[in-house]
């Protein structure tokens, strides 16, 4: 049971301007009710999780009422063959956002842990998030970073993926993976010499903190800040303690850097909330189609996403049990390895450069797996690494960012996470997005995001691949769905690709076009210290994949928009034709792409120099 300041926790008083405390993580297993039973690594899971209920609720339901129906409840639960899978991603830290989208979500619901007097029931006997019957979860990764719900957030993730662990997918983001440098850099070690620079300098604003003003608050500060893309995320933890006290709101003062610094490292560490999200993680997510590939329907989530570079394509340290698969790896010309006493000498394994790929359909090179080899060389890479870095590479000593390099126990998947190989392994020269990952490439070409080349549909046709759906990017306020038009586009093999792109992180500074709508609701004053959140304050959308007899048959979206609109599309899958006709993911003038439907009109939006852009017509002609 709660004890007594547990439960005045929950039924704390808070300013209007606050949303929900936070309970405190509590020791012992998490219950496998209510879901799947089997655990997904087969012996009990360790530091478990406290559930949470918030007190109040920021968006109604009603929004999301049209698109329950194939996520029901009274859907016979977990058909393999007809069920709905729920994508969100990029939350980091946002519990604001993330807790928006359970509130609206078709496969995601929370039960009441909290009564009409504000006391907390008993969480062994009531979970507070739930996934649907008949439904499947997919987060697309990034799970920190940018709110003060790090915590929070990852508590939820990692408690749904426990509970289902058949149903509920975690895949590894950018901001995900790097947590695992701070095991390193925050050791009593590392903070005993002076600070080293990374080697990805073309990334980093500022120099590190010098010898004299070198505390650990200061280093931890500049790691976040300058390396990390995370400048406030220093500040937003100290809230997130803070939450976590009686009174919260007059206590900032009581939670020293110190505090905040112990609470990174912790997370990062065995036992840690980041470190059990690795432990459970992957790099990609398929369901491939039933039956004939050559038919189509299947999906495949990956954070960033698929290039004619990365496409098949294995780590270094990837270890393939299948002999077919050992020539498809990322081949390796040194055999150096990362050592900590080498430092700063160069360190990993020399990546050959991926086969240059013939702009034509069938310009795939013989030596790439196909999408299920793939997945499953990708996922056992991820798994072997985060399980060598739980049991020793975290203790190894060192400090990676300094030079990079492919390497055993957490080394190799650090460096897979990163998009910058180290310019030893790039003939001496420092080249940006030079390493072939799926996490930190994107859609993006020539300024704005654009379908797959034609060899990468023709991969993923070949594997019965319909529809990606990814995160990593930001696109505005709403997903942004990209259609191909099938085999009667010139030069595009595919029959009817979907390319998904859900990152919404930036969402508030989304510009509208005055002479439709109004702008968007502005966001809330940030606390001193705080430079603001990047999304808005009432904009939330969830991408929901259909599968039927086993494959993909539409795609759909739904949500508000920043200026509180409601928004919906529906894509077809496989059918090129009703595709064309949707009127859906189709790129206009001036690059405008068609994003869904509101009550005014096609929602329209780009994305160039001066940020993300909308505008609502009623006429896709008119589009300029």
Same mark, same amino acid.
């Given at each position: 049971?709660?004890s007594?300041?547990?439960?005045r926790?929950?039924?704390?008083?808070v300013?209007?301007?606050?949303?929900?405390?936070?309970?405190?993580?509590?020791?012992?297993?998490?219950?496998?009710t209510?879901?799947?039973?089997?655990?997904?690594?087969?012996? !009990?899971?360790?530091?478990?999780?406290?559930?949470r209920? !918030?007190?109040?609720?920021?968006?109604?339901?009603?929004?999301?009422?049209?698109?329950?129906?194939?996520c029901?409840?009274s859907?016979?639960?977990?058909?393999?063959?007809d069920?709905?899978i729920g994508?969100? /991603?990029?939350?980091?830290?946002?519990?604001?956002?993330?807790?928006?989208?359970?509130?609206?979500s078709? &496969?995601? !619901?929370?039960?009441?842990?909290?009564?009409?007097?504000?006391?907390?029931?008993?969480?062994?006997?009531?979970?507070?998030?739930?996934?649907?019957?008949g439904?499947?979860?997919?987060?697309?990764g990034?799970?920190v970073?940018?709110?003060d719900?790090?915590?929070?957030?990852?508590?939820?993730?990692?408690?749904?993926?426990? #509970?289902?662990?058949e149903?509920v997918?975690?895949?590894?983001?950018?901001?995900?993976?790097?947590?695992? !440098?701070?095991?390193?850099?925050l050791?009593?070690?590392?903070?005993?010499?002076?600070?080293?620079?990374v080697?990805?300098?073309?990334?980093?604003?500022?120099p590190p903190?010098?010898?004299?003003?070198?505390?650990?608050a200061?280093?931890l500060?500049?790691?976040?800040?300058?390396?990390?893309?995370?400048?406030?995320?220093?500040? @937003?933890?100290?809230?997130?303690?803070?939450?976590?006290?009686?009174?919260?709101?007059?206590?900032?003062?009581?939670?020293?850097?110190?505090?905040? *610094?112990?609470?990174?490292r912790?997370m990062?560490a065995?036992?840690? @909330?980041?470190?059990?999200?690795?432990?459970?993680?992957e790099l990609a &997510?398929?369901y491939?189609?039933?039956?004939?590939?050559?038919? $189509?329907?299947?999906?495949?989530?990956?954070?960033?996403?698929?290039?004619?570079?990365?496409?098949?394509?294995l780590? *270094?340290?990837? #270890?393939?049990?299948?002999?077919?698969?050992?020539?498809?790896?990322l081949q *390796?010309?040194?055999?150096?390895?990362?050592?900590?006493?080498s430092?700063?000498?160069?360190?990993?394994?020399?990546?050959?450069?991926?086969s240059?790929?013939?702009?034509?359909?069938?310009?795939?090179p013989?030596?790439r797996?196909?999408?299920?080899?793939?997945?499953?060389?990708?996922?056992?890479?991820?798994?072997?690494?985060?399980t060598?870095?739980?049991?020793r590479?975290?203790?190894?000593?060192g400090?990676?960012?300094?030079?990079?390099?492919?390497?055993?126990?957490?080394? $190799?998947?650090?460096?897979?996470g990163?998009?910058t190989?180290?310019?030893?392994?790039?003939?001496?020269?420092?080249?940006p997005?030079?390493?072939?990952?799926?996490?930190?490439?994107?859609?993006?070409?020539?300024?704005?995001?654009?379908?797959p080349?034609?060899?990468v549909?023709?991969? +993923?046709?070949?594997?019965?691949?319909?529809?990606?759906?990814? $995160?990593h990017?930001?696109?505005g306020d709403?997903?942004?769905?990209?259609?191909?038009?099938?085999?009667?586009?010139?030069?595009?093999?595919s029959?009817?690709? *979907?390319?998904?792109?859900?990152?919404? /992180?930036?969402?508030?500074?989304?510009?509208?076009?005055?002479?439709?709508?109004?702008?968007p609701?502005?966001?809330? /004053?940030?606390? #001193?210290?705080i430079t603001?959140?990047?999304?808005?304050t009432?904009?939330?959308?969830? &991408?929901?994949i259909?599968?039927?007899?086993?494959?993909?048959?539409a795609?759909?979206?739904h949500? +508000?928009?920043?200026?509180?609109? #409601? %928004?919906?599309?529906?894509?077809?899958?496989g059918?090129?034709?009703?595709?064309?006709?949707?009127g @859906?993911? /189709?790129?206009? @003038?001036?690059?405008?792409?068609?994003?869904?439907?509101t009550?005014? $009109?096609? %929602?329209?939006?780009?994305?160039?120099?001066s940020?993300?852009?909308?505008?609502v017509?009623?006429?896709?002609k008119?589009?300029?």
């Amino acid at each position: 049971m709660f004890s007594l300041a547990q439960r005045r926790l929950h039924a704390g008083v808070v300013s209007s301007a606050i949303l929900p405390v936070v309970a405190a993580l509590s020791a012992g297993a998490l219950p496998a009710t209510n879901g799947d039973t089997k655990s997904n690594t087969g012996r !009990r899971p360790s530091n478990a999780l406290q559930d949470r209920r !918030r007190t109040s609720r920021l968006v109604p339901r009603q929004f999301s009422a049209g698109v329950r129906a194939s996520c029901d409840e009274s859907t016979p639960p977990q058909s393999a063959t007809d069920f709905c899978i729920g994508f969100c /991603t990029d939350i980091e830290g946002d519990r604001q956002y993330w807790n928006r989208y359970v509130d609206s979500s078709a &496969v995601l !619901r929370r039960t009441a842990l909290i009564d009409s007097t504000g006391v907390a029931s008993d969480p062994s006997s009531c979970s507070s998030l739930q996934l649907r019957d008949g439904c499947h979860f997919v987060f697309g990764g990034d799970a920190v970073d940018k709110g003060d719900g790090d915590l929070e957030v990852l508590a939820d993730l990692i408690a749904l993926k426990r #509970k289902y662990p058949e149903r509920v997918h975690l895949l590894f983001g950018n901001r995900d993976i790097n947590k695992m !440098r701070l095991v390193q850099e925050l050791s009593a070690e590392q903070l005993a010499i002076p600070c080293a620079d990374v080697y990805f300098t073309h990334l980093v604003s500022q120099p590190p903190p010098p010898p004299g003003n070198d505390t650990p608050a200061a280093r931890l500060r500049w790691i976040l800040r300058s390396t990390m893309g995370s400048p406030d995320a220093f500040e @937003l933890r100290r809230l997130e303690l803070a939450r976590q006290k009686v009174g919260w709101f007059s206590s900032l003062r009581g939670v020293s850097d110190d505090a905040v *610094v112990a609470s990174f490292r912790e997370m990062a560490a065995p036992g840690g @909330l980041m470190a059990s999200y690795l432990e459970l993680g992957e790099l990609a &997510v398929h369901y491939p189609s039933r039956g004939d590939c050559s038919e $189509g329907g299947g999906v495949l989530f990956v954070h960033g996403a698929v290039t004619e570079d990365n496409m098949g394509v294995l780590p *270094v340290e990837a #270890k393939v049990h299948s002999p077919g698969l050992k020539k498809r790896r990322l081949q *390796v010309t040194k055999s150096q390895k990362f050592k900590p006493a080498s430092i700063p000498k160069p360190a990993g394994g020399i990546p050959r450069k991926p086969s240059v790929i013939a702009p034509v359909a069938t310009g795939i090179p013989s030596d790439r797996c196909d999408v299920s080899e793939w997945v499953a060389g990708l996922n056992l890479f991820a798994r072997e690494q985060a399980t060598g870095w739980l049991e020793r590479g975290w203790k190894a000593g060192g400090c990676w960012s300094a030079t990079g390099g492919w390497g055993p126990d957490g080394l $190799g998947l650090m460096q897979y996470g990163f998009g910058t190989l180290p310019k030893e392994l790039t003939g001496g020269e420092l080249l940006p997005s030079s390493n072939p990952t799926i996490v930190t490439k994107s859609w993006w070409r020539d300024g704005m995001p654009q379908l797959p080349t034609a060899p990468v549909q023709e991969y +993923l046709r070949r594997s019965g691949v319909s529809v990606v759906v990814s $995160g990593h990017r930001p696109h505005g306020d709403a997903p942004l769905l990209m259609a191909s038009r099938g085999r009667e586009e010139a030069g595009n093999p595919s029959s009817g690709l *979907v390319v998904v792109t859900a990152d919404t /992180t930036m969402s508030a500074g989304v510009l509208w076009d005055n002479d439709v709508l109004s702008s968007p609701v502005s966001p809330e /004053t940030p606390p #001193k210290g705080i430079t603001g959140p990047g999304r808005g304050t009432v904009d939330v959308s969830e &991408v929901l994949i259909d599968i039927r007899g086993g494959r993909a048959a539409a795609v759909r979206v739904h949500g +508000l928009l920043s200026n509180g609109e #409601k %928004l919906n599309a529906e894509m077809p899958v496989g059918d090129a034709a009703a595709i064309s006709s949707s009127g @859906l993911g /189709t790129v206009q @003038l001036h690059g405008w792409w068609v994003k869904g439907v509101t009550a005014a $009109g096609w %929602l329209c939006s780009r994305v160039d120099e001066s940020g993300a852009s909308n505008c609502v017509k009623t006429d896709l002609k008119n589009v300029s």
